[in-house]
């Protein structure tokens, strides 16, 4: 008897679990979601996961799972749309809706499975033209806790240095960075540099990964572009109201750094500070979470930049904080970078101290640490520009910049460039 997991829409799903007993199935977890599937995968061990091919039931995290423990993936589709969707998880060979345990068998069903008499959807990579170079980018979250330790500011600069320094340095191509707001509580990069945010242009993507259309080409119809240095940086700007985050949910905004991966080289991502799930106990478990686009984005990243603020209060919230942060990003995909860093505020010897600081209460070492610079901060805010446009000689964008090649180090593997530029 083959043990069966089900994440489909709920007529369906009673339907299969109705007759799985008369054709040697059993059902081991009813899933109400993507999410709730990739996780009980990992307890209940199913051999065979059938899911419909809708961002509700299927993500990029559940085809990671079947792939990492060996469950046999069954995708359900009922439209072109949604095969697109499947596609775009890798999953190429998704069966017709409505699925039936017991399928009418025909030439064509050469490799369908004995035991189960269905077709296991295997998750194989999308197929590209030879003239069509696949980029797999790197996707760099940028947070910090609540209190403005600088989460856009350092966002938004970090973005116009990978942006300048890759100008011409990936090949026979310019390299694609992108920029975006996935802020559920206070978007703002529009505003900071300038831009139209009338049409959000992540939420755009978000409503078009849903529905399995997110592409390179829709990519560069929806987002901004922005120069920075020698650069260009595409934007996908935030909310314009925070009322509008129930649109941003977790299945989304990872098709969208899926479908970003083959579109841009580095993807810089601004979040917002809270990454709790005390809604959960609020709410019905099948609403939106107003975090869930910061935890999805935080889970998905190559990297995470942490951001905290040089005061007794910033460094503080920073270290607790961070010490949640830890459970959910692995120390090999964080990078702390202090900011705001002033002796007015520290005392003596300021960047010794908040190391020190670091090192005794967070057991952080070799963080980047950001001079108080806020002239420099003013004149790119005013301008609507980065700051290595706004102020290229500031002691905090020397920093930002170094902090750049740290970044570098780690994404350059995926675009073929060195690290040194």
Known sequence: MTSVALALPLADEQRLVAEAGRHGHRVVARCSGADDLAAQLETARPEL????AAPQYLSSRVVAACDAIGVRLLVVAGSVQERRFAATLGVVDAVDAPFEWAARRGPADAA?????????ARAMPVPVRADEPTRRGSVVAVWGPA???????MAIALAAELADAHAFLAGDRAATIALADADTHAASIAPALGLLDEAPGFAAGCRLAGSGALDPAQFERIA????????DIHVLTGLGRASRWPELTAERVSGVLTAARDWADVTVVDVAAGFEHDEELMTDLNAPRRNAATIEVLRSADLVVAVGAADPIGLSRYLRSHAELAELVEPDRMLTAINKVRSSAIGLNAAAQVRQTLARFGGIEAAALVPWDPAAFDAALLSGRALLDAAPRSAARVAIRE??????????S?????ASG
Request: charged letters at 30%.
């Open 147 to 153: 209190g403005a330790p600088g989460r856009t500011s």
């Open 414 to 418: 995926r675009i073929g460039v060195t």
């Open 403 to 412: 902090l750049s090649e740290r970044v570098r180090e780690t994404t350059s």
């Open 112 to 120: 369908v499975d004995e035991e189960t008499r269905v077709r296991p």
């Open 49 to 52: 996961a059938v899911a419909a």
């Open 224 to 231: 901004q572009q922005h120069r920075a240095g020698r650069g």
